[in-house]
């Protein structure tokens, strides 16, 4: 009896675990540092049909800056197939790791540079399963990418009878180059209630200013102490960018507020 006994612990404690609802190790996204492994290591048996997975962030459309923080959030959507639970894993990479990223809502970084769900956040709700973690873009190059790989589980317990997908997103650098001013020019006040004015060297110049959405709310020639109501702009936060005919230009953030 006894020795029955101990060959049943035996039996069981050599059974490798049949899932990973805190969230897989290092190297699950998909990505190249992943070598392209995803969960489908472990779990297989169900095929890709409406299951999806979407990318989003808080990145505007003129793209992100350096040593920023942004908001990822990444989403299963089952489709209307029946999933009960899903995980994901996603990494940031262009030639290897880009930024850092710290753990938000549902999620745990793994192996430094990886993000994963928690056992908390597995759980299938109206068809949906969604993340979020922050990334800092450090001194990441153009054309970074964001990878995910997404599990959908039947929550049988074991590694059949589930379905892996993959996704990715490639982030544009801003190219408006903060930091990088060759011109000496006076933008005040900011932030701005009505107007903001600027000094500005001689010379031809054109004056543009951009929405965070890209779209331009503004141009006029540029001259010094040349004066531009933001009465009618919406509060917020907008690109100012001027450029003198000889190469010169200047970019600078602008607060629109309306404090009356």
């Excluded at 297989?44 to 908001?71: H, K, M, R, V, W």
């Excluded at 001259?223 to 230009?249: E, K, N, S």
């Amino acid at each position: 009896m006894k020795l029955r006994y101990a060959l049943a612990l035996l039996a069981i404690a050599s059974l490798p675990a049949l899932t990973n609802s805190s969230g897989p190790s290092g190297g699950k996204s998909g990505s190249p540092a992943s070598s392209g492994e995803t969960c489908s290591g472990c779990h297989s048996g169900a095929s890709i049909t409406t299951q999806s997975i979407s990318i989003t962030t808080d990145i505007p459309a003129t793209g992100f800056e350096p040593n920023t923080n942004y908001l990822i959030t990444v989403t299963n959507s089952t489709g209307g197939v029946s999933h009960l639970k899903s995980g994901f894993q996603a990494s940031v990479e262009s030639s290897g790791h880009q930024g850092s990223v710290t753990a938000g809502a549902g999620t745990k970084v793994v192996s430094s540079s990886y993000v994963t769900h928690n056992s908390s956040s597995n759980s299938v709700v109206n068809g949906q399963a969604s993340w979020n973690f922050v990334w800092n873009s450090g001194s990441a190059p153009n054309a970074t990418t964001i990878y995910a790989a997404g599990l959908f589980a039947n929550g049988n317990g074991t590694t059949s009878g589930d379905a892996v997908a993959t996704q990715s997103l490639v982030l544009t650098r801003s190219s408006l180059g903060f930091g990088e001013e060759q011109l000496a020019v006076r933008t005040f006040p900011n932030p701005a209630d009505g107007s903001i004015t600027l000094e500005m060297p001689e010379g031809l110049s054109v004056v543009r200013v951009f929405s965070l959405s890209g779209a331009e709310v503004f141009r006029a020639p540029g001259f010094d102490g040349m004066r531009i109501a933001t009465i009618d702009w919406p509060a917020g936060t907008y690109i100012l960018d001027l450029r003198q005919a000889d190469g010169g230009f200047y970019r600078q953030k602008i607060q629109v507020v309306h404090r009356n």
